[in-house]
């Protein structure tokens, strides 16, 4: 056990033990339960995407909505539905509510992407080869942070303020880039997946310090969240070199 010195209401959150202060089998198991949910999201990402990108109604619709204050609206409720599936995974242990809230923010994912995907996908010169690229370096990229705070045991909890001001920074920059019709540019898709990495720090270390046995899916969704960031401006970056 860890900080053995702590009083013992100190190690729940909630009326729960937290993680860190469970038997080393037990959080071994919840990490690999919590990655096996991860990798589960990004699957039936895949599956949604591919189901999406066959009705052209869908597609069309989605590309319609990528211009000006359609593109507002369609930001405005994904962060809806963001917000619902966070708020819904954390408040409540009943599984079956946190997997459809899991599910449902995963086809937000996959709905929003639909154009970029499309585009790379069908306009690209690459092809769909741009897409695996672009996965590649995510994934690699996902896996070297995530190895950085379970080897050090760091606490990244201090970035969460840092961390919140950019997000609305940025979501600022992309409101003025929809309503006055500017390109944000290359910069600032570095400048995101520099943000994502950041937000990958941030929850791994949630991962390892703040949750408790049974928040694998809340876990999960915060992990899945920065993963599809990260993905979405590694995405661009390739995209507008090609």
């Not at 690209?124 to 995530?146: D, R, Y």
């Not at 992309?174 to 990958?200: H, P, Y």
């Not at 949630?206 to 999960?220: F, G, M, R, T, V």
Request: charged share 15%.
């Amino acid at each position: 056990m860890e900080n053995s010195n702590q009083s013992p209401l100190e190690n729940f959150e909630g009326g729960k033990l937290l993680i860190s202060q469970i038997s080393d089998v037990d959080r071994v198991a919840f990490y690999k339960k919590t990655y096996a949910h991860v990798a589960g999201g990004v699957l039936v990402f895949i599956l949604f995407e591919w189901l999406l990108l066959q009705s052209d109604m869908i597609v069309e619709f989605a590309l319609s909505m990528t211009q000006g204050m359609r593109w507002l609206l369609m930001l405005g409720g994904f962060m809806l539905v963001t917000t619902y599936a966070e708020k819904m995974t954390m408040k409540t242990q009943d599984k079956t509510k946190q997997y459809l809230a899991y599910g449902l923010y995963i086809f937000a994912q996959a709905f929003i992407f639909v154009p970029m995907i499309y585009i790379a996908a069908f306009y690209m010169e690459s092809g769909p080869e741009i897409l695996n690229q672009a996965a590649i370096v995510t994934l690699s990229l996902f896996t070297g942070l995530s190895a950085i705070v379970f080897v050090t045991k760091k606490d990244f909890s201090f970035m969460r303020t840092g961390l919140t001001i950019a997000f609305f920074i940025a979501l600022g920059l992309i409101v003025a880039g929809s309503l006055f019709g500017f390109n944000l540019g290359l910069w600032f898709s570095v400048g995101m997946c520099l943000l994502a990495g950041g937000s990958i720090l941030y929850q791994t270390s949630n991962l390892i310090h703040k949750y408790s046995e049974d928040d694998y899916i809340p876990a999960s969704l915060g992990l899945f969240a920065s993963l599809m960031l990260l993905f979405w401006y590694v995405l661009q970056i390739f995209m507008s070199r090609d």
